[in-house]
């Protein structure tokens, strides 16, 4: 199985331990110190439960790509793959008892065993993402989490802070503590501030610029930070000012009545109105500068995402497709992730897209899409022929469990060797059409 096709088929499957390692916390949790350099010893490696961003996962290197696999979910649990592993964290995935690649889970970084002047553990600040990506969540509280009819039915923004794994708001003082012991004991290389959203008209940009310039203080990361739409977009300059290299403005869905099931108090903030807080940002920030999360999973149809990455790529947005990770606890636990084959069809189409418009994930400063360990997207950013559309039939999401029509074409396809092809539209072709649109 080829690097990307297995990459792809992990994230919609998850990963089953056939052998759970030994000392291996979950992150938040206060975890065994570091051994010293020269003492030998490995340290243990950790998952992470809960909270906001990717959650239920644990960071892999598999033949040399950094990759998020969820482990904690019931997928995970019923998923073919197989990983047989050591203490150390390495060893093999398999699936019907053949070997298909080596796996190594990343390791517990070394700043997770200091705490702060005050005593808070560093764990409790910000996070290890994929291998050399700090991450915190500066508000853990949201105005849609507590209400129930208003919720994102995949967020588990509030279970970290509920288990004690965190803190409610961090300062700046804190980050920059964190984010330069980080880049010294771990070499981290850029950092991801996202935010639950508060009853502010800015939307949390106000204390994101300020936790960006109190990280830009203590040591010089790219930053990239992560909020709704704030009503007075003035807000993009100001967060550029205090040091934020790239914005992130999460769409998550496209689709008005399924951003209305999926995410009914965000759904209030329309399509429309993103897009001209995208167009507002690029203008700031630049070109491929500004990204977006695509949620594959929640309702939207193969073709309703494909408009909404073509329109996107256009404007100089890059849209960060990833599939849905079920969360234990939240109200769309239930629903299954989309198949490795809908994501593929998705990758495929527009990764080269992507690359010919010059937005590669490797010239993001910061964030999510520079990181790319929750997605398989990087690895199709090829020069090159865009794969055709799926026809019409490509219209519902297909889940692991029950292959629709497009993805047994695709499989079709595949096996007679003649997946049709078309160039991608050229940039000034797709801007023309954003703007019909």
Do not use: N
Request: charged share 20%; aromatic share 6%.
């Amino acid at each position: 199985m080829d690097t990307q096709t297995l990459i792809t088929e992990l994230q919609s499957f998850g990963l089953r331990l056939a052998e759970a390692p030994e000392g291996a916390p979950e992150a938040g949790a206060a975890p065994p110190q570091e051994p010293a350099p020269g003492e030998g010893g490995r340290a243990a490696w950790t998952s992470r439960r809960g909270g906001a961003g990717p959650t239920q996962h644990v960071a892999a290197t598999l033949r040399g790509a950094t990759v998020m696999i969820p482990i904690h979910t019931d997928q995970a649990a019923a998923s073919p793959f197989v990983a047989r592993l050591g203490r150390d964290g390495a060893g093999t995935v398999e699936r019907d008892g053949r070997e298909l690649a080596p796996i190594a889970f990343v390791k517990t970084p070394r700043f997770y065993a200091l705490s702060t002047k005050d005593g808070i553990p560093y764990p409790k600040i910000a996070l290890l993402h994929g291998a050399d990506v700090l991450a915190s969540t500066v508000l853990q509280t949201c105005i849609r989490y507590t209400e129930r009819e208003k919720a994102c039915t995949f967020c588990a923004i509030g279970q970290s802070l509920a288990a004690g794994r965190t803190i409610a708001k961090k300062t700046p003082e804190q980050l920059g503590e964190v984010a330069e012991a980080a880049a010294r004991l771990d070499g981290v290389r850029h950092v991801t501030l996202t935010t639950g959203t508060p009853r502010s008209a800015d939307r949390g940009a106000a204390h994101l610029a300020d936790c960006a310039r109190g990280i830009k203080a203590r040591v010089d990361l790219p930053v990239q930070a992560q909020c709704e739409p704030p009503d007075d977009f003035a807000w993009f300059e100001r967060m550029r000012a205090a040091g934020v290299d790239s914005l992130g403005m999460h769409l998550e869905a496209v689709e008005d009545e399924v951003r209305a099931a999926a995410m009914p108090g965000k759904a209030e903030v329309s399509v429309a109105r993103y897009f001209e807080a995208f167009e507002a940002a690029v203008r700031v920030f630049g070109r491929g500068q500004v990204s977006t999360y695509l949620i594959a999973g929640l309702g939207d149809s193969l073709a309703s995402l494909l408009d909404a990455s073509e329109r996107l790529i256009a404007m100089g947005v890059y849209p960060f497709l990833v599939p849905l990770v079920p969360i234990p606890g939240t109200p769309g636990a239930d629903r299954a992730p989309p198949s490795g084959d809908f994501m593929r069809a998705l990758y495929e189409h527009v990764g080269p897209l992507l690359a010919r418009s010059g937005l590669r994930s490797t010239e993001v400063k910061a964030g999510c899409a520079r990181c790319g360990a929750c997605s398989g997207l990087s690895g199709f950013e090829a020069e090159g022929r865009a794969a055709a559309r799926p026809g019409p039939r490509a219209a519902s999401t297909s889940t692991p469990e029950s292959p629709d029509d497009a993805t047994l074409q695709l499989r079709a396809c595949a096996e007679q060797g003649h997946v049709p092809r078309v160039p991608p539209l050229a940039p000034g072709d797709l801007l023309r059409r954003a703007r019909a649109v």
